[in-house]
């Protein structure tokens, strides 16, 4: 299969470094590519704050991030959202003031790094601990270009609940 990889896939590491230079020193951010990242199935997310990239891709690229945060919101998730594009002006200082007013115990980066030949999607999905300073889990949800908001938030949600980082609806 070809890929056409996004030149923003290095928007993902641009974050990261944003939230390096937000809360803690660039060495304790990346985990060394030995270790996999494994959530602790003891913890839930309860506090998040997730930042779309990529998204303008498509010209509704809010109403994913909106119906991301209904999920959220769906399953009692303190959350806030911020559609990330460095294209516009002042875009980091934006992003580094958001996630300072709220304050979040976890930071998701949802990025759109892929698009394959039959129109299939790849969403690059990092967790942030803001407390730990530190990444504890990466892994990718797939979907397609026929998928709208609503499926993405829900193929989004069901990689959370499988991987037990959230609770599942009753």
């Known amino acids: 299969m070809n890929f056409v990889i996004f030149e923003e896939i290095n928007n993902m590491k641009k974050i990261l470094l944003l939230l390096a230079t937000t809360f803690m020193s660039l060495s304790c951010l990346v985990a060394p590519k030995t270790e996999k990242l494994v959530w602790d199935v003891n913890n839930k997310m309860d506090n998040v704050f997730f930042i779309g990239e990529n998204f303008d ?6 109403d994913y991030m909106k119906s991301v945060e209904n999920e959220f919101n769906n399953r009692n998730i303190k959350n806030a959202g911020y559609f990330y594009n460095e294209r516009v002006l002042n875009a980091e200082k934006k992003l580094r003031t958001k996630i300072e ?3 979040p115990k976890y930071i998701l980066t949802i990025s759109l790094t892929a698009i394959t030949k039959g129109n299939g999607k790849t969403y690059s999905l990092s967790l942030f601990d803001t407390e730990k300073k530190k990444e504890v889990w990466e892994d990718y949800v797939l979907g397609s270009a026929f998928d709208g908001p609503r499926k993405f938030s829900k193929n989004l949600m069901v990689k959370l609940e499988k991987e037990k980082i959230i609770n599942k609806i009753k």
Do not use: A, L
């Not at 891709?57 to 809010?62: D, Q, S, T, W």
């Open 57 to 62: 891709y498509y010209k509704n690229g809010e």
């Open 101 to 103: 007013m709220v304050n």
